[in-house]
C-alpha cells in the first residue's frame, strides 16, 4: 500500500490533473482510501468509503483546484 501511495505522490503535476478530470477521479478517491488504510485512520477510512460509493464526481474540482495550488490531494491526515 505505501508503494501504491509513494507512486501517487511522485506523479508529475500534469499527470494528477489528468486524474483529477471527472471520469477518472475514482482514482483519487481510492488513494485516498488506501492513505487511511496506511495510517490506520477510521474517520478518513469510512468518509474515503462513502466518497468512493456516493460522491466521486463531486470532489474533481477541489481536487484540480488543489492539485493546482498545494501538488497534493486534500485529504484529512
Known amino acids: 500500500m505505501k508503494g501504491l501511495i509513494r507512486a501517487f505522490d511522485g506523479l508529475p503535476k500534469w499527470a494528477k490533473v489528468i486524474l ?28 474515503a468509503i462513502v466518497m468512493l460509493i456516493l460522491c466521486p464526481a463531486i470532489f474533481w474540482l477541489v481536487d484540480i483546484i488543489t492539485i493546482i495550488v498545494a501538488d497534493k490531494v486534500l485529504w484529512i491526515d
Do not use: E, F, H
Not at 478530470?21 to 468518509?47: E, F, H, Q, T
Open 20 to 47: 483529477a478530470l471527472p471520469v477518472l477521479d475514482i482514482v483519487w478517491a481510492i488513494y485516498r482510501l488506501c492513505r487511511s488504510i496506511d495510517k490506520g485512520n477510521a474517520l478518513g477510512i469510512v468518509l
